[in-house]
């Protein structure tokens, strides 16, 4: 699965060579086997519950009501994230970065995590945002393009969503920091993802957090891909083998198994929040759609991955698992299908209901003291855009339009 | 002459640099089998290899660090960086160490790197995807710095800022990738026009109207406009913003005794103030009107929603050289 630069390369040169061709491909297969071997896993692909040890007690209250609960956040985040793409297509948001595939990355992850707990995710985590109570269309107020940030981060104790790679690491850390300071017990959760990991930024965290032992744990989600590139041009090894190098324990999980994730980052949450420093946790999971809606995954990578990863699906194997302790009833998908339903619904009337923002907000918030040469600008902004107005009843030149 | 897009004129231009010297090479994220998030490495791997054709790690400090170490070994390392917003992780090693090696080794070692940006707003994207960071790279010595607008020169100048010895910023102005033009592929390198030089692309009496990159077709629509009102304005696209070509400038302003410069960038501090400083003092009593600014307003780039409120359009730009022209009544719609 996990292609190197290399294997690519050494395909190219032995093309005339079909056994060599063929050996590459064999090495690919058995390095993702390898790979699916070495993750801790608390449920099977067909929902079989598997004995970890090391896992095992921070999921042992966990009754097949709780686990339906998990089950239904990654079916409503599933169905809105669907709804995000139709919007895209529908013109109705500008982008939309799927995160199909990983849904128990995001829902065991950030149901681990307190209320006074603070999270800094990345432009993919929407699942992370639901659990954390954010309204899916306050989202979509960012990827619409009316706003630049959807919620008040203090509501919901998340930043609004990174785009530049990596640096929001850093920001859990010094918000890590703080919580040390102030003698406080709440810890920061910062995502990743693999690409990320190459990002000076993201090492530098790495630094830091282990340093001061600030109570932060870092959420990799590997999907295998940052945009067109594979996982193995940015890491050599599995990812979660750096942070011992910097000091940080870590712990590579089967992404795909909300079980896993769960106590996982349950541990790692608790070592943080007693005292006991940073952890790096590896999510390995698959971004089964496109990078983006403007993405074309045809271009570089083969569609036989996806055939790979399909059984490996995070909600399937929930479903098996509860239907085996007879928790999957007709009722409860009812229930589930009617969450989703009314969720998407939610989501596409309040997108569509967006209004334009208005001309003046462009310079609204970018200071937090007055600053005499933006009122300036401003001011005379609007004097140019009234130009252009047809007075209004009230006889107020209205400043919501363009010049055009 | 072929016809080509703007994108398709970088890709030609690559090709043949690649072709031209084998210590050429491509780097950056993404620019392999995909060919670029904008295509415009399109097919270069297949036809180059990986070698030469680098998809790299996601890190563009680590670009940049490890161009200066290629440029040191005589390389000529042609960096990509994914969207204008992502260049500032590579900014410390821009500034500190890619500009100022020839000077710091006494002018024995040249780093002749190419920085492709694709830059500037008016696509309707999410945050980081729409900024003209020029300026920061124009004010820091050692660096060059030209932006094309129009095919041909994509094509041409592409190779030129290969070929110079010099460190190069080339600025991509990726809402016109997709306009269509003539290409003169065969004409040698050697008989194109300069990399540094300005171009006047529509002659004028009345006011001078300085452009580049994105704007200058926003300029030459003015240009057009205005005509039918019976104004004659001269339109140069600068292609070249740092140097800049000073004297094809002064001599169009001296010409005119007016001048407007329009950017997308904020105007604070921005490539126009430069402009006009340097114009009004080779041209002070030439002058009939103070300069005028039409650029982005002082603010991040906005929310897509938003740019076109931020962007200079024909609407702005006629406004200023309304004012320009001392014309009562014309409303401040620049953002200085
Ligand atoms: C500093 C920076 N460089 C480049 C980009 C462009 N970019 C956006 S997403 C992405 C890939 C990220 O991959 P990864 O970290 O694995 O996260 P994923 O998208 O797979 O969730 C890139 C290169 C960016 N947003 N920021």
Same mark, same amino acid.
């Given at each position: 699965?996990?292609?190197?630069?290399?294997?690519?390369?050494?395909?190219?040169?032995?093309?005339?060579?079909?056994?060599?061709?063929?050996?590459?491909?064999?090495?690919?297969?058995?390095?993702?086997?390898?790979?699916?071997?070495?993750?801790?896993?608390?449920?099977?692909?067909?929902?079989?519950?598997?004995?970890?040890?090391?896992?095992?007690?921070?999921?042992?209250?966990?009754?097949?009501?709780?686990?339906?609960?998990?089950?239904?956040?990654?079916?409503v985040i599933r169905r809105l994230d669907a709804e995000g793409t139709a919007l895209q297509r529908q013109g109705e948001i500008g982008l939309w970065p799927p995160l199909l595939g990983q849904e128990a990355s995001q829902i065991g992850s950030a149901r681990a995590l307190r209320g006074d707990d603070f999270v800094f995710a990345t432009y993919r985590d929407m699942g992370v945002a639901w659990a954390r109570g954010v309204r899916p269309s306050d989202l979509n107020r960012v990827w619409r393009g009316a706003t630049a940030s959807g919620w008040n981060p203090y509501e919901v104790n998340m930043a609004p969503l990174q785009v530049i790679i990596g640096a929001q690491t850093l920001h859990a850390t010094g918000y890590a920091l703080g919580i040390q300071n102030d003698g406080a017990d709440a810890v920061a959760l910062t995502y990743l993802g693999d690409g990320a990991s190459s990002q000076g930024d993201v090492n530098e965290a790495l630094i830091f957090a282990a340093s001061y032992q600030a109570p932060v744990v870092f959420f990799?989600?590997?999907?295998?891909?940052?945009?067109?590139?594979?996982?193995?041009?940015?890491?050599?090894?599995?990812?979660?083998?750096?942070?011992?190098?910097?000091?940080?324990?870590?712990?590579?999980?089967?992404?795909?198994?909300?079980?896993?994730?769960?106590?996982?980052?349950?541990?790692?949450?608790?070592?943080?929040?007693?005292g006991g420093g940073p952890s790096f946790i590896e999510a390995v999971t698959y971004r089964m759609g496109p990078h983006t809606t403007a993405d074309d995954p045809r271009k570089y990578r083969d569609p036989a991955d996806l055939e790979i990863w399909a059984p490996r699906d995070p909600l399937a194997r929930i479903e098996a698992l509860l239907r085996g302790l007879g928790a999957f009833t007709r009722e409860f998908e009812q229930q589930v299908a009617d969450a989703a339903?009314?969720?998407?619904?939610?989501?596409?009337?309040?997108?569509?209901?967006?209004?334009?923002?208005?001309?003046?907000?462009?310079?609204?918030?970018?200071?937090?003291?007055?600053?005499?040469g933006l009122a300036r600008q401003r001011a005379e902004y609007l004097r140019y855009l009234a130009q252009f107005e047809e007075p209004t009843e009230s006889g107020q030149p209205s400043t919501d339009g363009g010049a055009r | 002459m072929t016809v080509m897009t703007l994108a398709g004129a970088i890709n030609a231009g690559l090709r043949a640099a690649l072709a031209a010297d084998p210590k050429t090479m491509l780097m950056g994220e993404d620019i392999g089998a995909l060919g670029g998030v904008y295509r415009v490495t399109d097919g270069l791997q297949a036809e180059f290899g990986p070698r030469r054709v680098m998809d790299t790690p996601l890190a563009e400090s680590g670009i940049l660090g490890t161009a200066v170490g290629l440029g040191y070994r005589g390389y000529r390392p042609v960096v990509e960086i994914q969207f204008?917003?992502?260049?500032?992780?590579?900014?410390?090693?821009?500034?500190?160490?890619?500009?100022? =090696?020839? *000077? /710091?080794?006494? +002018?024995?070692?040249?780093?002749? %790197?190419?920085? @492709?940006?694709?830059?500037?707003g008016g696509i309707g994207s999410a945050e980081h995807h729409s900024e003209s960071p020029e300026a920061y790279f124009a004010h820091t010595p050692g660096l060059r710095v030209v932006s094309p607008s129009t095919p041909q020169d994509a094509f041409t100048m592409i190779q030129q800022a290969i070929a110079s010895n010099d460190p190069v910023l080339f600025f991509e102005p990726k809402r016109r990738y997709h306009v269509k033009g003539e290409v003169d592929v065969d004409r040698p390198l050697a008989d194109a026009a300069p990399m540094g030089?300005?171009?006047?692309?529509?002659?004028?009496?009345?006011?001078?109207?300085?452009?580049?990159?994105?704007?200058?077709?926003?300029?030459?629509?003015?240009? =057009?406009? *205005? /005509?039918?009102? +019976?104004?004659?304005?001269?339109? %140069?696209?600068? @292609?070249?913003?740092?140097?800049?070509?000073?004297?094809?400038?002064?001599?169009?302003?001296?010409?005119?005794?007016?001048?407007?410069?329009?950017?997308?960038?904020?105007?604070?501090?921005?490539?126009?103030?430069?402009?006009?400083?340097?114009?009004?003092?080779?041209?002070?009593?030439?002058?009939?009107?103070?300069?005028?600014?039409?650029?982005?307003?002082?603010?991040?780039?906005?929310?897509?929603?938003?740019?076109?409120?931020?962007?200079?359009?024909?609407?702005?730009?006629?406004?200023?050289?309304?004012?320009a022209l001392g014309r009562v009544g014309a409303e401040a719609g620049a953002a200085s």
């Open positions: 699965m996990i292609q190197t630069p290399l294997s690519a390369e050494r395909a190219d040169q032995d093309a005339a060579s079909r056994t060599a061709v063929g050996a590459v491909a064999d090495a690919a297969t058995q390095a993702d086997a390898d790979e699916q071997a070495s993750l801790a896993r608390l449920v099977s692909t067909s929902g079989e519950r598997l004995p970890n040890a090391e896992l095992d007690p921070w999921v042992a209250e966990l009754d097949a009501a709780a686990i339906a609960e998990l089950y239904q956040d990654m079916a990799c989600q590997n999907n295998h891909w940052a945009i067109s590139e594979p996982v193995g041009l940015q890491a050599h090894r599995p990812i979660a083998d750096r942070a011992p190098g910097f000091g940080i324990p870590s712990m590579r999980v089967d992404g795909n198994d909300v079980l896993a994730v769960l106590a996982a980052t349950r541990l790692a949450v608790e070592r943080a929040r007693t339903d009314t969720a998407a619904a939610a989501v596409r009337a309040e997108t569509i209901a967006i209004a334009q923002p208005a001309a003046h907000e462009l310079f609204e918030h970018i200071y937090a003291e007055p600053h005499s | 204008d917003g992502f260049i500032f992780p590579a900014f410390d090693q821009i500034v500190s160490q890619v500009s100022r =090696t020839h *000077a /710091r080794t006494n +002018g024995v070692v040249s780093l002749p %790197i190419t920085i @492709r940006v694709p830059f500037g030089g300005a171009n006047v692309v529509v002659t004028g009496s009345d006011v001078t109207l300085l452009a580049y990159g994105p704007l200058v077709a926003t300029a030459m629509d003015a240009a =057009t406009a *205005a /005509r039918a009102e +019976g104004i004659s304005i001269e339109v %140069i696209d600068l @292609r070249s913003l740092a140097p800049l070509d000073l004297d094809t400038l002064a001599a169009s302003v001296q010409k005119t005794g007016r001048l407007v410069v329009t950017h997308e960038a904020p105007g604070f501090g921005g490539l126009g103030a430069e402009i006009v400083a340097s114009l009004t003092e080779r041209c002070f009593e030439y002058l009939e009107h103070a300069p005028v600014r039409v650029t982005g307003f002082d603010v991040p780039y906005p929310p897509a929603k938003l740019e076109r409120h931020y962007l200079p359009d024909l609407d702005r730009i006629m406004d200023g050289v309304d004012r």
